[in-house]
Nanobody, 121 residues
Framework: QVQLVESGGGLVQPGGSLRLSCAVSGSIVSIGVMGWYRQAPGKQRDLVATITGGGSTKYADSVKGRFTISRDNAKKMVYLQMKSLKPEDTGIYYC???????????????WGQGTQVTVSS
């Protein structure tokens, strides 16, 4: 019923740029904090960036100055603009949103399926 679908992943060379998008669909009452997480091979899933409904952002130190998170509340979308990409940015990127759905009427975290980002020569 409620879905988060990421897009925009792919292969890119070091120093390149990529823009990820996440679209939320379904019967949503409200969306709170949205964020991007990534999981490198053999590693745990880590926070990349978050953004509140009012536009306040936070970033992991490793991406600060290179990545920009943004959202469009009307479109129910969140984006991650990635520039100056490094091989260590490689991983599966997941979209997350705190939401209240019409089905549950309770707040909870919802995750997308992930999109692969590979930074390599």
């Amino acid at each position: 019923q409620v879905q988060l679908v990421e897009s925009g992943g792919g292969l890119v060379q070091p120093g390149g740029s990529l823009r990820l998008s996440c679209a939320v669909s379904g019967s949503i009452v409200s969306i709170g904090v949205m964020g991007w997480y990534r999981q490198a091979p053999g590693k745990q899933r880590d926070l990349v960036a978050t953004i509140t409904g009012g536009g306040s952002t936070k970033y992991a130190d490793s991406v600060k100055g290179r990545f920009t998170i943004s959202r469009d509340n009307a479109k129910k979308m969140v984006y991650l603009q990635m520039k100056s990409l490094k091989p260590e940015d490689t991983g599966i990127y997941y979209c997350k949103a705190a939401m209240i759905t019409r089905a549950t009427s309770t707040i909870g975290d919802y995750w997308g399926q992930g999109t692969q980002v590979t930074v390599s020569s």
